[in-house]
């Protein structure tokens, strides 16, 4: 019976730390073709718009982002339009276990 108890709560442990993993790694993945989709279209806009929008984004997908973190860069491929490439970085602390 305990032998039972006591794999049923290392289960339900590791089943914890899977799903917050995985919930942080899809809403990374979000985040990231927001990102994506904002240099994509972005050529046009200023690099405070740009960084709004990547903010908003990182907003929308439960991202811990801070401004001073995004790197705006831009190159000139054609004449009339500009290559936007937006680096960021960000830490986020998983709970792999309730209070851990």
Request: no cysteine; glycine share 4%.
């Amino acid at each position: 019976m305990i032998k039972k108890l006591l794999s049923l709560v290392v289960f339900l442990l590791v089943a914890n730390a899977g799903l917050r993993v995985g919930l942080a790694f899809f809403h990374q993945q979000q985040f990231n073709d927001a990102v994506r989709e904002i240099a994509l279209f972005g050529a046009g806009q200023p690099d405070e718009a740009l960084k709004q929008k990547v903010m908003e984004a990182a907003r929308e997908n439960s991202v811990p982002m801070d401004p001073d973190y995004i790197e705006i860069n831009r190159r000139t491929v054609v004449v009339p339009n500009d290559k936007v490439v937006i680096k960021v970085a960000y830490a986020e602390m998983i709970k792999l276990a309730p209070g851990y």
